[in-house]
């Protein structure tokens, strides 16, 4: 894979609306060493029916569990050209911290129970036949992907791809995943978005990325898919100040926790380095709940107590 990312110089941040779709069907981690609100959102969201795809505009609050046999894909757009969801971690047959669709084969399931888990999720979305992955290291490094290199696993955060037919993904257990098309010039991009990420600029970097595949900012399309929210990412007061001292404008997504502690909001922290790297700001969506909060849908390390857990993977691109 060819490296297309570099580091990009920190920049100012606001917080995000929720629009997400929940559908079990396709559509043609310290707070230094894990990461991936109650309070009701505004959010608007699309929903996929039998009568079709309607928009909604409702409040919501983090929500129940949905029946476990099924597999839960968050949606952010309703168009059939663009094959993407974040998807959680019910509907699989791993057990106990991978219970129960976890899909990477790195952090010490059985492997039979992850394939027997790809098998099912490929019946779900037909076009996962090609899916390019990382080692991902908390970087801001983003590779190219094609047919033939998609199988090499890099060390890196950021995936980029113009070839159809090649998928894109990215995992997570409280980072932030990061989904991004360009439609007109189909170009695609997928992000993992941790702290160490966040700071060095992961999303800035895959615009960049993506922009040497033809893609202009201002046809991007991002969603910021679910991870840890403010009300659970309460971290050490030294690493508020870092973010506050390297990242322009955070410290209006940071407010006081416990004695020596902060709560750092990383999505609307992303969502201001995105617009900042000239993405239309309506072109930015926030999918899901706070992965803490919502640990019964999706995998959280913090949940989890920094425990090893199971992984839920984010993927985008465009169908062969």
């Known amino acids: 894979?060819?490296?297309?990312?570099?580091?990009?110089?920190?920049?100012?941040?606001?917080?995000?609306?929720?629009?997400?779709?929940?559908s079990s069907r396709a559509q043609p981690?310290?707070?230094?060493?894990?990461?991936?609100?109650?309070?009701?959102?505004?959010?608007?969201?699309?929903?996929?029916?039998?009568?079709?795809?309607?928009?909604?505009?409702v409040e919501t609050h983090t929500e129940s569990s949905r029946n476990s046999s099924s597999?839960?894909?968050?949606?952010?757009?309703?168009?059939?050209?663009?094959?993407?969801?974040?998807?959680?971690?019910?509907?699989?047959i791993s057990t106990g911290a991978f219970a129960s669709m976890n899909l990477s084969y790195w952090v010490g399931d059985d492997e039979r129970s992850v394939d027997t888990n790809w098998q099912r999720l490929r019946r779900e979305v037909l076009d996962l036949k090609i899916v390019a992955r990382l080692n991902q290291v908390h970087g801001n490094v983003v590779h190219a992907a094609t047919r033939d290199t998609a199988t090499l696993r890099p060390a890196g955060d950021?995936?980029?791809?113009?070839?159809?037919?090649?998928?894109?993904?990215?995992?997570?257990?409280?980072?932030?995943?990061?989904?991004?098309?360009?439609?007109?010039?189909?170009?695609?991009?997928?992000?993992h978005a941790g702290w160490r990420g966040v700071i060095s600029d992961i999303a800035n970097?895959?615009?960049?990325?993506?922009?040497?595949?033809?893609?202009?900012?201002?046809?991007?399309?991002?969603?910021?898919?679910?991870?840890?929210?403010?009300?659970?990412?309460?971290?050490?007061?030294?690493?508020?100040?870092?973010?506050?001292?390297?990242?322009?404008?955070?410290r209006n997504h940071i407010r006081a926790g416990h004695p020596g502690k902060a709560f750092i909001d990383l999505r609307a922290?992303?969502?201001?380095?995105?617009?900042r790297a000239?993405?239309?700001?309506?072109?930015?969506?926030?999918?899901?709940?706070?992965?803490?909060c919502a640990s019964d849908r999706f995998f959280s390390r913090r949940a989890a107590g920094g425990k090893t857990t199971g992984l839920q993977m984010s993927f985008i691109g465009f169908a062969a």
């Open 269 to 275: 922290i992303v969502r201001d380095q995105l617009e």
């Open 205 to 250: 970097a895959g615009i960049h990325a993506m922009s040497q595949l033809g893609a202009h900012a201002s046809d991007i399309r991002a969603a910021l898919g679910p991870s840890i929210a403010q009300c659970c990412f309460e971290v050490d007061a030294d690493l508020g100040d870092r973010f506050s001292r390297e990242i322009d404008g955070a």
């Open 1 to 22: 894979m060819r490296v297309l990312g570099y580091i990009a110089n920190p920049r100012p941040l606001t917080f995000l609306c929720c629009p997400f779709v929940v």
């Open 158 to 191: 950021g995936l980029v791809t113009a070839e159809p037919g090649v998928m894109l993904g990215v995992f997570s257990a409280d980072c932030v995943p990061i989904l991004m098309i360009d439609s007109k010039h189909k170009v695609a991009g997928a992000m």
């Open 278 to 292: 000239r993405l239309v700001p309506a072109n930015i969506a926030s999918v899901g709940p706070c992965t803490r």
């Open 29 to 57: 981690r310290d707070p230094r060493i894990f990461l991936d609100a109650e309070a009701p959102i505004q959010s608007g969201y699309f929903r996929v029916g039998a009568g079709g795809i309607s928009y909604l505009r």
């Open 71 to 92: 597999v839960e894909i968050l949606r952010a757009w309703p168009d059939a050209s663009i094959c993407h969801g974040f998807i959680g971690r019910t509907g699989g």
